[in-house]
């Protein structure tokens, strides 16, 4: 249980264009979801917070209108990545929480995304 | 503010030896801790969490971790490492008083290779 995928699993994109990424939680509910970026050999940085239903909530320094985040549904968030520039190439995941509780984030398996 | 330590960038080990990774914490309040390990170019898998109780918890994978509070500690141990236990292992805390949210801060992980 607690699967959560994510599509594509790799995007090759020109500069100036926008690359949508999809994340699902499989087989549960997420009222929250996360969304990461990760750098080769870095840790994890949390871009932002998308919550069922309301805007999302970025951290300090992530441009909300680049990075669009949509969580429509208890299974589903999109971050588009708009105007794409080279700087933006990087790996990117999501993570989900079980609604209803519980503290554990389940990971998604990463887009990574390249702009040309 | 929360905070998360990895001292080791790497950790080499042989097979069949007993593995630790250290991780150390910073929380105002009381801390939510986690283990993830990740392989290449893949998401984030779940080890193991202390949340309350027993301060040594065991995970997947024969996996365990010891929250030591006085020592602000929650190092990643295995009795006897496997070559398929080489990956990126990263440790995360969460703060669980109100004001910290559902945000998890991320170690800079260590690299773990266990050789033949």
């Known amino acids: 249980g607690a699967v959560v995928s994510q599509h594509p699993s790799r995007v090759i994109c020109k500069s100036g264009t926008s690359v949508k990424i999809e994340c699902r939680s499989l087989?549960?509910?997420?009222?929250?979801m996360f969304w990461y970026r990760q750098f080769p050999k870095q840790s994890l940085m949390l871009m932002a917070t998308s919550n069922e239903g309301s805007k999302a909530t970025y951290e300090q320094g992530v441009e909300k209108d680049k990075f669009l985040i949509n969580h429509a549904s208890l299974t589903l968030s999109t971050l588009t990545v708009t105007s794409a520039h080279p700087e933006d190439s990087s790996f990117y995941i999501c993570s989900a929480k079980l609604a209803g509780g519980g503290d554990t984030q389940y990971f998604g398996p990463g887009t990574r995304l390249t702009v040309l | 503010a929360q905070s998360v330590a990895q001292p080791e960038d790497q950790v080499n080990v042989a097979e069949g030896n007993p593995l630790t990774v250290k991780c150390t914490y910073s929380?105002?309040?009381?801390?939510?801790l986690f283990w993830y390990v990740q392989y290449p170019n893949r998401g984030l898998q779940f080890l193991l969490k202390y949340i309350t109780g027993d301060n040594l918890v065991k995970g997947s994978y024969g996996f365990e971790a010891e929250f030591n509070k006085s020592q602000t500690s929650f190092h990643l141990k295995k009795p006897s490492a496997l070559v398929s236990d080489s990956a990126l292992y990263f440790c995360a805390v969460r703060d669980i008083g109100w004001a910290a949210g559902n945000k998890l801060t991320f170690g800079g992980g260590t690299r773990v290779l266990v050789k033949p």
């Open positions: 087989d549960f509910q997420a009222t929250t």
């Open positions: 929380v105002s309040g009381n801390p939510y």
